[in-house]
């Protein structure tokens, strides 16, 4: 009886992984409804206007729509917020405020995209949220992150992708109903750094795992639903159903090390494949 129960589970759980991944894929990719909105407002600001700040508090809230972040080579640049809206949208809430070294940045929206570019000089710190759409971010050998927290709060998708010589301490992703992508192709990072992630209702993605020499630890754990790992290039130290763990030969000597810690409550977590017809980071 307790088999009939772990699998029938089992199937309960991939099938809602199906079901929301179904929904939340439109979402993301689907070009008209990355088209809507005319109506463009843009804030930028560079380090000409806050002499002397070299640490960026962000508290980014989007109520229904997407967000796009990304890093530049602009030393000079603290932030640049472009906002596509509908007419009838109200404007967007940007303000700032300094203490000492620190600038406390706020931004709140009800329905928009927007595509935040922050630049190479500034350490930044805060969360970015979005209630109901999604959250994507690159960080590129461009970005200096002390810690993030991304977060969907309803219903959605996270998408995180990590680049060669990016630099973050702490990565925390959170998404109540949907799914999160996770792609590392870092074979060497400018720190060592952690990735927790938790999705209650939904799936786990790891496209694919690309690292060099740098040190990396994945474990992995689901309360009700299944595991699929694909262990190519990686030690296993546990692997099971509802949980593994791997890690790379030269974890405990590497000088640098990557620790990602996911966990799904209701779902599944796919880790380290390529799933046929499903888009990748380069399409």
């Known amino acids: 009886m307790r088999a009939r129960l772990t699998i029938g589970g089992m199937v309960i759980a ?36 806050v002499p002397g700040v070299d640490y960026i508090n962000l508290n980014i809230t989007i109520k229904a729509g997407g967000l796009a972040v990304s890093f ?4 000079n640049m603290v932030y640049r917020l472009r906002f596509k809206q509908d007419e009838n949208e109200a404007e967007p809430l940007v303000k700032y405020a300094r203490v000492d070294n620190k600038l406390l940045v706020n931004v ?3 329905n928009s995209e927007l595509e935040a570019t ?39 998708g996270l998408s995180l992708e990590i680049l060669e010589d990016a630099s973050f301490n702490h990565l925390s992703l959170k998404a109540n109903a949907g799914g999160v992508r996770l792609r590392v192709n870092a074979p060497s990072l400018r720190r060592s750094g952690s ?15 690309t690292v060099g020499n740098l040190g990396v630890r994945l474990a ?14 990686f030690e296993v130290i546990k692997e099971a159903e509802t949980a593994c763990e791997i890690r790379t030969s030269n974890y405990l000597t590497a ?29």
Not at 126 to 144: A, D, M, R
């Open 14 to 49: 991939i099938l809602l992984v199906g079901m929301i991944y179904a929904f939340i894929l439109p979402i993301i990719y689907n070009p008209e409804l990355s088209n809507q909105g005319n109506v463009i407002t843009e804030y930028t600001l560079d380090g000409t206007q």
């Open 72 to 75: 530049t080579g602009n030393s």
């Open 108 to 110: 709140l929206t009800e």
């Open 118 to 156: 922050f630049g190479n000089r500034y350490i930044y710190n805060g969360t970015l949220k979005v209630g109901l759409g999604v959250l994507s971010t690159v960080l590129s050998e461009h970005s200096s992150v002390d810690s993030f927290n991304f977060i969907v709060a309803y219903a959605g």
């Open 195 to 209: 990735i927790s992630a938790r999705v209650e209702v939904g799936g786990f993605f790891i496209e694919r795992i």
């Open 220 to 233: 992995a754990f689901t309360d009700i639903g299944r595991i699929a790992l694909n262990p190519a290039g």
């Open 255 to 283: 000088p640098l090390r990557l620790d990602i810690n996911i966990s799904v409550g209701l779902g599944g977590a796919v880790i380290n494949h390529l799933i046929p017809g499903m888009p990748t980071f380069d399409t």
